[in-house]
């Protein structure tokens, strides 16, 4: 909105009962989790964008729905859903999730110990990780120009204790060090495919990104239909 409108056209607004009408108000911020041990401020609430021929926009953000509300005349119409689509690129150019390795309750997974240095695979561990999950992110172009692009899908497949969830800690290691998205989902308390459509989609959103399922046999036992067929 300052990129577009200025700051000085930017006002905090809540809609007064009495007069069924946005009337002035502080801007009010919130503490933001925006990775591991950072936080910023994010607003929330009502804001009021003036415009120059004296209409208004007001939008609010919502803390616990991840979305934001536009309420304004029609005459503002094609000028509103340019402005919430210019909200939307800058969203997906510069997500905090965006580059970061995350779980699908949308917290920041820690990799600050994760080294390859204390990990003990044997031989053929280490060559099929490499050659199977880790060169598609080292080196895309080159596993292209040979058939293998994306997307791919990979099943790390051992007994408890093996290092099946270690290896994704790796890997994430290597694809958040790349610029890749890595979002980690565990095992689902739901035991639902419902749990799966949605870690996909929200994925979908951070791309490149290396979508991550603990206990897969687990989500898909049953009659459930395969969440990952497409």
């Known amino acids: 909105a300052e990129r577009r409108y200025g700051s000085k056209a930017i006002s905090g607004s809540i809609i007064s009962a009495r007069e069924l ?38 939008c ?3 803390s616990e729905d991840p979305k934001v509300t536009a309420i304004f005349p029609a005459e503002y119409k094609a000028e509103t859903e340019e402005f919430l689509e210019d909200v939307y690129g800058d969203l997906k150019s510069n997500s905090i999730y965006k580059g970061n390795a995350i779980t699908t309750y949308r917290s920041f997974i820690d990799l600050s110990g994760v080294s390859f240095d204390k990990v003990v695979y044997d031989s053929k561990v280490w060559q099929e990780l490499d050659e199977h999950v880790w060169a598609i992110i080292r080196k895309p172009d ?39 998205t890595v979002v980690y989902m565990p095992t689902s308390p739901s035991n639902s495919s419902l749990a799966i459509s949605g870690a996909v989609g929200f994925a979908k959103r951070y791309p490149p990104v290396i979508l991550a399922f603990e206990d897969l046999d687990y989500e898909q036992q049953g009659e459930r239909p395969f969440s990952l067929k497409n």
């Open 21 to 58: 009408s946005f009337v002035d108000a502080p801007l009010n911020f919130t503490s933001v989790k925006t990775g591991v041990s950072r936080e910023e401020q994010g607003l929330v609430g009502g804001v009021r964008i003036s415009l120059k021929d004296g209409g208004e926009i007001n």
């Open 60 to 62: 609010h953000i919502d």
């Open 142 to 180: 080159e596993c292209a120009k040979i058939g293998v692009t994306l997307p791919r899908k990979i099943l790390l497949q051992g007994p408890f204790g093996s290092g099946k969830t270690l290896a994704v800690s790796l890997t994430a290691k290597i694809a958040t060090e790349a610029g890749w």
